[in-house]
Nanobody
């Protein structure tokens, strides 16, 4: 089973950018679909972006045009590039794969 470790979260001002990383071990990221979810306090976990095994990417309407999901095979890592961040993007962000694995999450806080 794949293991996932997220990193890259932090505090950023509105309009700023961050890049989240999801480092995978135990399985190639090209053999599975990889997803980024987020969960804000008091809210349900929300699917943010997906990159499929066939490299098809999909995004939640709330992040289209601002977030980009990508993969680096050499590092076996999936990234979530986030720009034009808004306070409503504040959440814990989690990496997830189709074999059921979740990472531990990384916190993103957008605030002035």
């Amino acid at each position: 089973q794949v293991q996932l470790v997220e990193s890259g979260g932090g505090l950023v001002q509105p309009g700023g950018s961050l890049r989240l990383s999801c480092a995978a071990s135990g399985r190639s990221i090209f053999s599975i679909d990889v997803m980024w979810y987020r969960q804000a306090p008091g809210k349900q976990r929300e699917l943010v972006a997906v990159v499929s095994r066939s490299s098809i990417t999909t995004y939640a309407d709330s992040v289209k045009g601002r977030f980009t999901i990508s993969r680096d095979g050499a590092k076996n890592t999936v990234y979530l590039h986030m720009k034009s961040l808004k306070p409503e993007d504040t959440a814990a962000y989690y990496c997830h794969t189709t074999d059921g694995t979740w990472g531990q999450g990384t916190q993103v806080t957008v605030s002035s």
